[in-house]
C-alpha cells in the first residue's frame, strides 16, 4: 500500500507544463511521499505542434534518469491505444489495441521512460476493431514476460471488461485488475454530453461500483476529480449538464463539511474518493506546487463519520 492512495497525473507535463516545472513537480512528489505516477503514450498529441505524444513519458523518464535508485519506491502507470499513429482524424487515427499495437506501444513507452518495467499497464480505450481475446493475450503476454506487473483499462464498458477477464482467466493468462473512469463529488445529469469527455463509457456508474465492490482484486482508479479546478476557482464554470438542484444540495454539503474541518473542498472531495467504499485511487494533475500540496493533503485526509455521510447522503 502506498504511503497516499493518490496519483499523480502527468498528462500536461512536458507541454503545457514546462519540462523544469515538471520534474520540479515530480521531485517535489515524490521528497513528500508520494509514489504513484500516471501518464500515456499519447500525452500530449493534442498540445503538440505534430500531433504526437509522448512527452509526459519523455519528462518523467529524465527525471528517474536524474534521481538513480528512486525507481523502484515509484509505481509507474501508463497506457496505450490512444496514440495516433496515422493519417486522419482521431480516434480513427489511434494507434489501438492489436497485438501488434501493444508490443509496439510497450517497447516505446519503455523507451521513453528509461525503465524495464510499467508496474501497472492501461488499455486506453476500446477498440472494437480487435477481438477482445487478442488484445488480452497480448497484455497477458507482457505480465508473463516481466515486462509489466499488473494490468488495467480505462474508459471500457462493465460487459467488456469482464468479458476480457473471463478470457483471461479461461486461457491462464493474466488479466484486467483496475479500472480508471471519471468520476468525482458532483455528477452531470444522467445522458447529457459533457464537453471534453470523449469516452461514452467513461463514467463511473452505479454499475461500476458495484462490480468493483465484488471483485476483491479490481481496484478504481478515477481522473477530473477536481472538475477542472472548479471546487477551488470561482472563474471556472460548470458545465450545463450540471445544473442541476443536486449540484446546489451537494455543494452546500461539501462547504459544510470544508467549513467544519477547516480544509478545502479540493480536500474534502480527495478524502471523499480514497476514503469510500469502495476507495477510489484518485488521478490528479496538477501545475503548482501549491496545488500539489493541497492535493496531497486531501488524499491523506480521514472524514470524520458524521461529514462522510452528510456528503454520501446528500443527493
Not at 517497447?107 to 487478442?134: C, F, K, N, Q
Not at 458532483?186 to 463514467?203: E, I, K, S, T
Amino acid at each position: 500500500m502506498p504511503d497516499v492512495n493518490f496519483a499523480l497525473g502527468t498528462m500536461k507535463f512536458g507541454t503545457t507544463v514546462d519540462a523544469t516545472t515538471s520534474l520540479r513537480l515530480l521531485d517535489r512528489f515524490a521528497d513528500a511521499g508520494g509514489t504513484i505516477v500516471d501518464t500515456a503514450d499519447c500525452y500530449a498529441f493534442w498540445s503538440d505542434p505534430d500531433s504526437r505524444g509522448g512527452q509526459s513519458e519523455e519528462v518523467i523518464g529524465r527525471w528517474l534518469a536524474r534521481r538513480p535508485g528512486l525507481r523502484d519506491q515509484v509505481c509507474l502507470s501508463t497506457k496505450a491505444g490512444a496514440q495516433p499513429v496515422g493519417p486522419g482524424d482521431w480516434p480513427a487515427s489511434r494507434e489501438g489495441l492489436s497485438a501488434r499495437a501493444v508490443r509496439a506501444a510497450l517497447e516505446g513507452s519503455l523507451r521513453r521512460l528509461g525503465t524495464d518495467r510499467i508496474d501497472l499497464y492501461w488499455a486506453h480505450m476500446e477498440d472494437r476493431a480487435v477481438p477482445l481475446a487478442e488484445s488480452a493475450e497480448a497484455f497477458g503476454a507482457l505480465v508473463a514476460e516481466g515486462a509489466v506487473g499488473r494490468l488495467g483499462c480505462s474508459n471500457h464498458p462493465v460487459w467488456r471488461v469482464e468479458r476480457a477477464r473471463q478470457i483471461a482467466r479461461d486461457n491462464g493468462w493474466a488479466g484486467y485488475t483496475a479500472l480508471q473512469l471519471r468520476h468525482s463529488y458532483l455528477q452531470p445529469r444522467p445522458g447529457v454530453p459533457v464537453p471534453g469527455q470523449a469516452h461514452r463509457f467513461g463514467w463511473v456508474t452505479d454499475e461500476v461500483i458495484d462490480y468493483v465492490d465484488s471483485e476483491p482484486d479490481v481496484s478504481l482508479w478515477v481522473y477530473t476529480a477536481l472538475l477542472h479546478g472548479f471546487y477551488s476557482r470561482p472563474d471556472q464554470p460548470l458545465p450545463d449538464a450540471y445544473d442541476h438542484p443536486g449540484t446546489s444540495r451537494r455543494l452546500e454539503a461539501l462547504d459544510k463539511v470544508a467549513g467544519d474541518l477547516g480544509v478545502s473542498r479540493n480536500q474534502v472531495v480527495l478524502a471523499w474518493l480514497t476514503g469510500g467504499e469502495p476507495a477510489a485511487t484518485p488521478v490528479v494533475g496538477v501545475s503548482t506546487p501549491e496545488q500539489l500540496d493541497e492535493a496531497l493533503a486531501g488524499a491523506r485526509l480521514r472524514l470524520p463519520a458524521e461529514h462522510r455521510r452528510l456528503l454520501d447522503e446528500t443527493v
